[in-house]
């Protein structure tokens, strides 16, 4: 349903025309731009619902605006709910809930198909030969659990190509957190045993493990081996500890707690995650949220948006009944492949449970507002300090990191009215120019970033920041205006002539003299943020670079080395890293590579150590 730009009088005689089955409408301005997505077991019921006598002002006001509407029919609501979380993600609608930074829930993942199976960190697709558990709502709750599995049970985690090269026991068998099998120090039955115990630990049948511990450690007592009696001991001592701490009392089944929260026009929503009975974790959620939204229509487009990409549980239990609950119900559950339940009221422990999450929301609220606060005071005594007409609302920093002019990397990080987009940060690979020329490595950086600014595929920034001074400040806006971008505000940063913190000298187009701020600025401090935020990215970059062109040129130097026997070692190997850690015996294992040539190679990765 297309076309140029309609009255809402025109557009109510054609809601005739729309299908009667599921699918995604969007409803446009008179630019064409998307104003709102949404979803619809009955595209026709549901579109003509806005165009309703009783309209509540966030509806009459979109109502108002809209031109066009366009309709995407689907096979069933399921497709309709990743359709709809897929176009809200790539067009950004005013009018609904953007989740943004979103990313998939990472999972612990054991290789039980391994004969010593591998405990680790995990996020991807699900199917990956071995077992997933989780998931868990952040990478610091799976690594704090894999730091507990440590202290109960000795099952490595190392990676696949250390272990299998390694000589001699690593430091994890010296503090008891591994039982060293990579050599041989413990039997396949004895690792399989502890293998068994993560697997029920894993899948909450802790007190399963327990009773074992505690006939494990009766026999060691009773044939006098205290000092292992002593070690299953502290073990059921430390199980007993977590599961107070993760037990959710009453429940054995998979769950999810969502809770929301507001304070002015900002938005909470906290995730508590339940898996087989324990509490995994939680996380807070900053949804961009139009203005007069109630918490149902929050939790509606959070939930539809948050499950198109996660894992759904048997329930849901919810601080508010979601808008249009029962087709979002229905779609949920035909993505989950099963029934999917909502639950609003709640009594007993997932009554105290909600209640949890729903304080959780308020306090991480009351944090970040605490802490927007704070940013927004530093973003106004930067607007005075450089004598801007506005408070900047995107601000870009630009670095250069490099070795002796080697293996340039320039970052660029991005700063808003809410701290730092780290989604939007960027890294370019510097080719091309005489090393160590930072003026044409810069102008480089900014000539790619803004070339895709002027096609709009960036916002452009109100306020750019270069680590340097006027020389550094001279190529930049030249550069620029090649591009005939002239909005942005250049600003370059360079050390005072002590070279300490605090004592920064920021140089403007058109100025003789640099600014000099008070140390203890607010301004001055934000400067410093963004500026040693660009820095860190971009020597994290540089580093990557040069370690990966150190290796890769190390292979390519040795003698006799081709690309197809190159090529053998990286596949036997699994890459630069494991073949750094081989053997020679092991290296000249590899079809075409004998003793003199495995010698040369080890030889290249260890010349520091010679």
Known sequence: MTGGT????????????????????RFLDAE?????????????????????????????????????????????????????????????????VLLRDDKSYPYIWLTTQDLYPRLAFYRGPRRVAGRLFGPYPSAWAVRETLQILQQLFPVRQCEDAVFRHRSRPCLQYQIERCSAPCVGLVTPEQYAEDVARTLKFLDGRAAEVIEELIGAMEAAAAALEFERAAQYRDRIQALRRILERQAVIGEDGDLDLIAAARADDVW????????????????????????????GAVLAGFLAQFYASH??????ILSALPEDAETLGAALAERAGRAVRLQIQVRGERARWLEMARDNARFALNQRLGSQAGHT???????AALDLAECPRRIECFDI???QGEQTVASCVVFDGEGARKSDYRRFNITGITPGDDYAALAQALTRRYKRVAQGEYPIPNLILIDGGRGQLAAVDEA????GLYGPILVGVSKGPDRRPGSERLWLLGREAPVILPSESPAMHLIQQIRDEAHRFAITGHRRRRAKARLTSVLEDIPGLGPKRRQRLLKHFGGLRGLEHA??????????????????????FHRDQA
């Open 6 to 25: 309609e009255t809402n009088a025109d557009l109510r005689r054609r809601l005739v025309e729309l299908p009667l089955g599921p699918g995604v409408y």
């Open 32 to 96: 064409g731009g998307v104003l709102y997505v949404g979803k619809a077991k009955n595209l026709r019921r549901r579109v003509a619902s806005y165009f309703g006598r009783r309209l509540t002002p966030r509806h009459a006001r979109l109502v108002g605006l809209i031109a066009d509407i366009q309709v995407t029919v689907t096979r069933s609501e399921g497709e309709a709910l990743l359709l709809e979380s897929q176009l809200i993600k790539s067009l950004k609608p005013r009018f609904n």
């Open 268 to 295: 909470c929503v906290q995730v508590f995650v339940v898996r087989r009975g324990r509490h995994l974790g939680n996380s807070a959620f900053f949804p961009k949220v139009p203005p007069d939204m109630d918490e």
């Open 311 to 316: 894992e759904i549980p048997e329930t849901l």
């Open 377 to 383: 005071q530093r973003l106004e005594s930067l607007r």
């Open 401 to 403: 990191s490099h070795t």
């Open 480 to 483: 620029l205006q090649e591009l």
């Open 583 to 604: 053997g020679v015996e092991d290296i000249a294992r590899v079809e075409g590579i004998g003793h003199p040539l495995a010698q040369r190679i080890h030889a290249a």
